[in-house]
């Protein structure tokens, strides 16, 4: 017997957020990163509740949760209904017909003209089901699944946003750019490290790049300071000056770079993302062999003139010695300026994902 349960109790929420850390907790492949903004998001703590409806929802199977989601409608993308934090315990087509009749109830009480599958509130909480690559581990900020996961959506005919990841061997000899254009960059950008100390003033300048770079992004909507301060406070025991590079021209930010390691191989399966993870950061250095560039964007006024070069270099340049591997944050594959920057200077394609999107 099938029953949806809209949790309304702390009791309810919790057991909620006990099966979602079940889906990654002892599971050797998959590590639990999002857990704490899920609990944020579900009791209302997070900066991030004071623009958002939420909705969550549970689907239990013999008084058994066996699928789980918070349908949100965030103000700032208000054409989109977002089953975000999608979890799915084995293959429940039944359970996945009546999660979607229910999504498609309120998405006429709210007044969405769309829905979309994969997307965790806002892009910088991670966009795409994983679409191949099931037998490696998940990397930190990246979605981990089981294939079956894509049939919900195929079969109630969401379209495919497809997106790949991109890999590079950092081992091997390679030179993204001469001598001579680095002297030329020079003379136009200069390139910093965050300032985490004045950690309001940085997240502000991330904020307004974020705005004007991302504009036209699919799904990306327009944030405020406040939410990615919450962002990095989250993450700053993690995060060194040199994680966030900011590029600037004539003294003024015209875009950014954020990377890290790959927290994830310093985690126990049993374990979710947390001061154990800062600990091991700084006492295991030496097993922290790959690291990621999750995200960077340059204002349109720069973009193709050079800023985005300036950054990939100093990044590599520091990088060089430190890590044996690197892979890229999710690229949407109509991207073509982003994509030709992965094939031109990784090793090829690491992992392939997909976002769904439904036209109602």
Request: charged share 30%; proline share 3%.
């Amino acid at each position: 017997m099938l029953e949806l349960i809209v949790p309304k109790t702390k009791k309810e929420k919790r057991e909620l957020l006990r099966f979602y850390k079940s889906q990654y907790l002892n599971n050797p492949l998959r590590r639990d990163s999002l857990s704490g903004l899920l609990e944020g998001v579900l009791f209302e703590t997070s900066v991030m509740n004071q623009s958002m409806q939420t909705l969550p929802l549970m689907i239990k199977k013999d008084k058994t949760i066996v699928m789980m989601c918070v349908i949100a409608k965030a103000w700032r993308l208000p054409t989109y209904l977002q089953i975000s934090f999608f979890e799915s315990k084995d293959e429940h087509m039944d359970a996945f017909k009546m999660l979607f009749d229910k999504a498609m109830e309120i998405s006429r009480l709210w007044g969405t003209e769309k829905i979309c599958a994969s997307l965790n509130i806002h892009v910088n909480y991670g966009l795409g089901f994983l679409a191949d690559a099931y037998h490696r581990p998940q990397s930190f900020g990246m979605a981990h699944n089981d294939p079956y996961i894509h049939g919900y959506f195929e079969a109630f005919g969401f379209q495919a946003i497809p997106m790949v990841t991109f890999y590079k061997d950092m081992k091997k000899e390679f030179q993204i750019i001469g001598e001579r254009l680095r002297e030329r960059l020079n003379k136009r950008y200069t390139v910093r490290h965050a300032d985490f100390k004045n950690i309001k003033k940085e997240a502000k300048i991330y904020t307004e790049i974020n705005n004007d770079a991302f504009s036209n992004h699919p799904f990306y909507y327009k944030r405020v300071e406040a939410e990615d301060l919450e962002l990095f406070k989250n993450f700053k025991w993690l995060l060194k000056p040199e994680n966030l590079l900011f590029v600037e021209k004539a003294g003024q930010p015209v875009g950014f770079m954020l990377w890290y390691p790959d927290f994830h191989q310093i985690m126990k399966p049993k374990e979710s993302i947390g001061l154990r993870t800062v600990i091991r950061a700084a006492l295991w250095k030496e097993k922290l062999t790959r690291f990621k560039i999750v995200e960077m964007g340059i204002i349109q006024e720069e973009q193709k003139k050079g800023a985005i070069l300036a950054l990939f270099d100093h990044c590599f340049r520091i990088t060089k010695d430190k890590y044996a591997f690197f892979e890229s944050g999710w690229v949407l594959k109509e991207n073509t300026m982003s994509g030709s920057l992965g094939y031109k200077w990784s090793d090829g394609i690491d992992k392939n994902y997909i976002a769904y999107v439904k036209e109602l």
